[in-house]
């Protein structure tokens, strides 16, 4: 079962939306809306020049006119001077944001979305990100999440309890199976580990078995999420990972920026240490 882990008894959460004032970051906004758990919203704009501050707010408060806010949920504008991708995980922590929401054009949006660094606010912030695209989203019943055989996947279990509860929603519980023994034993384990902690946490879950590798990955991910109609995709993203191996295409961002336009929910989870067993997980803060 779950050790020395802290799973948020609360059932509210303050989100943390960053807009650049295109349509598609407003889609952020929305989403964070449309969540049942959400009783406060912080619209966060960075400015180059402090001199655009006063602009910047009034075009925060635009936004949040152009849609009806429900009663029990209120929404700040904040605008601060610094670069985005530098300042919002120290922003998050300063406002005690419990979640990131934001709207991306795919992997092209990836590349653009305020500058190019939108997979670098995801690895430099420690507070989980939700990421979504243009296309409208369903009410959130079924989170498609990953197991594979890497010790790190664990992780993620905390995040994906918590969220699950939120939601009310089921677990589609995707096991990696493998060729390889030792994969095939460590991914066995793994989902045995999820199973316990999801039955003790009383989730409901499917238990899908699909042979992948860590190449082929995303194809299966996406192939299955769309076929069991899941509403989200639970992925790990490595802190600090260089923007320039996520340009280059890596399953990560394959599945951020999935073809099928899912929101993504995106834990930070902790490297692999360089010496010793490669399943091992340094201790880092």
Excluded: W
């Excluded at 020049?49 to 009663?71: G, M, R």
């Excluded at 795919?106 to 500058?115: A, E, S, T, Y």
């Excluded at 009410?139 to 055989?149: A, C, G, R, S, Y």
């Excluded at 994969?183 to 946490?201: G, P």
């Amino acid at each position: 079962m779950l050790r020395n882990v802290i799973i948020l008894n609360n059932m509210y959460m303050k989100i943390l939306v960053p807009v650049d004032f295109t349509d598609i970051t407003e889609k952020g906004f929305k989403y964070a809306l449309s969540l049942p758990f959400a009783n406060e919203i912080i619209l966060f704009h960075a400015v180059d020049d402090i001199t655009k501050s006063k602009e910047a707010q009034q075009q925060l408060s635009n936004i949040t006119n152009k849609y009806s806010v429900p009663a029990h949920l209120t929404v700040q504008q904040k605008v601060k001077q610094g670069n985005l991708f530098e300042i919002l995980g120290d922003f998050s922590k300063e406002v005690s944001a419990d979640l990131i929401v934001m709207a991306t054009h795919g992997i092209k949006g990836l590349q653009h979305f305020l500058g190019s660094h939108a997979m670098k606010l995801i690895t430099h912030s420690k507070t989980p990100f939700i990421v979504v695209q243009q296309k409208d989203f369903s009410p959130l019943k079924k989170m498609l999440v990953p197991v594979d055989f890497t010790k790190e996947v664990k992780q993620e279990l905390p995040a994906v309890i918590q969220f699950a509860k939120l939601f009310k929603a089921s677990v589609l519980l995707l096991k990696q199976n493998n060729h390889d023994p030792y994969i095939q034993k460590r991914s066995d384990l793994n989902t045995v580990y999820f199973e316990d902690n999801l039955n003790n946490a009383e989730i409901k879950y499917l238990l899908i078995e699909q042979t992948f590798s860590l190449d082929d990955k995303y194809e299966v991910i996406a192939k299955q999420a769309a076929a069991h109609n899941a509403d989200i995709i639970v992925t790990a993203i490595e802190p600090d990972l260089n923007v320039a191996d996520y340009v280059i295409g890596v399953e990560e961002q394959k599945i951020v920026a999935n073809d099928l336009q899912l929101p993504v929910l995106c834990v930070n989870i902790k490297h692999f240490t360089i010496a010793g067993d490669q399943f091992s997980v340094s201790v880092q803060q």
